[in-house]
């Protein structure tokens, strides 16, 4: 069965260090985004791609970067980790603008 | 600024009653996503709205969706116990393919 995962699934790290979460798709959709949840605001868009090669920033794009070397991965990159970035972060991807985005079942990101 | 308000964001019903949660947001769409989350888990997608006037149902949900009124509803029909979770509203504007997200509305149906 297609599906999406993510690793790791827990991450402790220190201020100022670079992270890199992981999150790879089986269901060959074009559409793959990154979210953060954090209590009392959903969850926010950090960045998203349509296509290999193709990134774009969402409303919460600083201190995260993201490349799309092929369809089934987007891994998103904290250059040099903040407290405030301490949340939980899913990927998610659709096939298409119409359709409903599926979710990995998300990293819980600690950073000391 | 586009805006996606969920109300009540905290809910705590008996179990048999109906309730209904709403979804109100800013920009023009015609695109409408309700999710469901439990505790510690990932969203599951719930309905796909995607036009005015759209009503979808599953079992004890049915949610709706009015584009004039930038309004979508969640209406539960006598609550159970397996109701309990997080429920989100997304929107995506029709000048793009992002979601965004309302801030959920937290269920707990009380035996």
């Known amino acids: 069965d297609a599906e999406i995962t993510q690793s790791p699934r827990h991450k402790i790290t220190e201020t100022g260090r670079q992270v890199t979460l992981a999150c790879h798709q089986t269901?060959?959709?074009?559409?793959m985004f990154w979210y953060r949840q954090d209590l009392g605001h959903g969850l926010r868009l950090i960045h998203y791609s349509y296509g290999v090669q193709d990134t774009n920033k969402g409303e919460v794009s600083d201190g995260y970067s993201v490349s799309r070397s092929n369809t089934e991965d987007l891994p998103l990159t904290l250059e040099s980790a903040a407290s405030s970035q301490t949340s939980v972060y899913f990927c998610a991807s659709s096939e298409s603008s119409f359709d409903e985005q599926y979710f990995g079942p998300g990293t819980r990101l600690t950073v000391t | 600024e586009l805006k996606v308000e969920q109300n009540p964001l905290f809910l705590s019903m008996q179990e048999g009653k109906n309730y209904t949660i709403y979804c109100n947001y800013s920009t023009t769409s015609d695109r409408l996503y309700w999710y469901r989350q439990d505790p510690g888990k990932s969203l599951e997608s719930l309905f796909v709205?995607?036009?005015?006037?759209a009503v979808k149902q599953e079992g004890r949900l049915m949610a709706s969706l009015d584009t004039k009124a930038r309004l979508s509803t969640l209406h539960i029909t006598a609550a159970v116990h397996d109701l309990s979770a997080t429920y989100f509203c997304a929107v995506a504007p029709n000048t793009g393919n992002q979601f965004y997200f309302g801030t959920g509305t937290s269920l707990t149906v009380i035996p």
């Open positions: 269901w060959n959709h074009n559409n």
């Open positions: 709205l995607l036009s005015n006037g």
